[in-house]
């Protein structure tokens, strides 16, 4: 990465933020000198093979409270596993290649409870899904799950809703606008249930994260078109509330990272531009924004947000840039509002590999001119079950001997 200084001439660091209901502007702060990242003439990569939005949020996958970070490559289906310490590579290993490129991670989460996140694989043409329980570099134990067929059931959210220490599920269909919960138990759904369906597909799952320290997972809401966004708290199964919070008419900004900033137990959110490269983040108590501030914008548009995670276990949030020209990749280590250390991570340059965290961006449709604050999302009792089907032929998995790509 270059770290010369360099100017966005049209970055514009003010956002206007119209607070729902109480028709309240408020201004954010000025993000000062943006001096982070050198500029590029690249476009913005956008991907388009990735089923559906998933969060950014990364695994730890040896339980050491670091985040680590797992790259697969879109071509040919090779995975690697870096153990990370910080800023630097503590350990990194190719694992179990996928081949079939259909096959992608469309979950992370420690669905057995041994402290160590686990993956779950999705099929995008046949609806097998695959858990993968890990165990650092290695993949302990896999099993098929449930087939779930129909490729508009997405997985939307990954969260501990039952607190049994077992990742859960939010599956959200793209058509009906129907969702259901399954509740894990390590490499099986305990419990397969419906939860409030919101028929209006603009809405999007954009988060998930315990918003009001309960220490059960809750769920942030963009509506893709007029930008007002919702919460609700969960109750494990049952929304115990949903609100509106402050909207951000602008959707160029999406919701890139829901994580605990400031280590007070309670999930923040990040915020990126995609047209400007503009970051902020609100520190969240509940429902309310109780802080935020404009973090650097990031000066060129092939760098992307694609991991937020604790990456030197200080409980606080950091984050993960990929460079998708160069391959680059770099972090910011956060306290809170601040950024306390940002430099290179290891760098894998072939720019097929992908992160497993990252998301598929949703292109925004300039032509839209944003009103006021719209009011209540509509949710309605849910009416139609997810077929649960009986597992499928689920992937095959090879050890792949590709040579490492990593470099400095
Ligand atoms: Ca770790
Ligand atoms: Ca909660
Ligand atoms: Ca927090
Ligand atoms: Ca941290």
Redesign the pocket.
């Known amino acids: 990465m270059n770290p010369s200084a360099a100017q966005r001439p049209h970055s514009s660091s003010w956002l206007t933020i119209r607070v729902a209901l109480l028709l309240l502007t408020l201004t954010a702060v000025t993000a000062g000198t943006a001096t982070i990242l050198a500029a590029s003439d690249k476009d913005l990569t956008i991907e388009d093979t990735s089923p559906g939005n998933r969060h950014t949020d990364m695994g730890d996958f040896d339980g050491d409270n670091q985040a680590d970070i797992l790259i697969r490559h879109a071509l040919d289906g090779n995975n690697h596993m870096w153990l990370m310490n910080g800023l630097a590579l503590k350990n990194y290993r190719v694992i179990n290649r996928v081949a079939d490129t259909s096959w992608d991670v469309a979950s992370i989460g420690d669905f057995d409870n041994d402290t160590k996140s686990d993956l779950l694989w999705r099929n995008a043409n046949t609806g097998d899904n695959h858990i993968w329980l890990m165990d650092g570099l290695f993949v302990k134990n896999s099993r098929v799950i449930n087939k779930v067929s129909d490729a508009s059931w997405k997985v939307a959210a990954t969260g501990h809703f039952d607190l049994d220490g077992q990742a859960d599920l939010i599956w959200r269909h793209a058509i009906s606008g129907t969702n259901h919960i399954w509740l894990m138990q390590g490499m099986f759904v305990k419990e397969n249930r419906v939860l409030n369906e919101v028929r209006d597909t603009n809405w999007q799952i954009a988060g998930s994260g315990?918003?009001?320290?309960?220490?059960?997972?809750?769920l942030i809401w963009r509506h893709a078109i007029s930008g007002t966004n919702h919460i609700w708290?969960?109750d494990g199964m049952f929304v115990k509330e949903n609100r509106v919070i402050n909207q951000v008419a602008n959707t160029n900004w999406l919701i890139r990272g829901v994580a605990d900033f400031d280590a007070d137990l309670k999930a923040d959110m990040l915020w990126w531009r995609q047209d400007t490269g503009e970051t902020q983040i609100w520190l969240m108590d509940g429902f309310f924004i109780k802080d935020f501030r404009a973090m650097p914008a990031v000066l060129t548009d092939t760098w992307r947000i694609v991991g937020v995670g604790d990456l030197n276990s200080d409980g606080r949030a950091d984050i993960v840039w990929r460079n998708g020209s160069t391959g680059d990749n770099y972090g910011w280590l956060m306290d809170g509002l601040q950024i306390d250390q940002m430099g290179s991570i290891h760098k894998a340059g072939d720019t097929n590999w992908r992160l497993a965290e990252d998301m598929e961006l949703q292109p925004a449709d300039d032509s839209i001119i944003f009103g006021p604050a719209e009011g209540e999302m509509i949710i309605t009792p849910a009416t139609n079950g997810m077929p649960l089907e009986p597992p499928g032929d689920g992937l095959s998995m090879s050890l792949s001997v590709y040579l490492p790509m990593i470099q400095r």
């Open positions: 315990d918003f009001d320290g309960d220490a059960k997972t809750d708290l969960m």
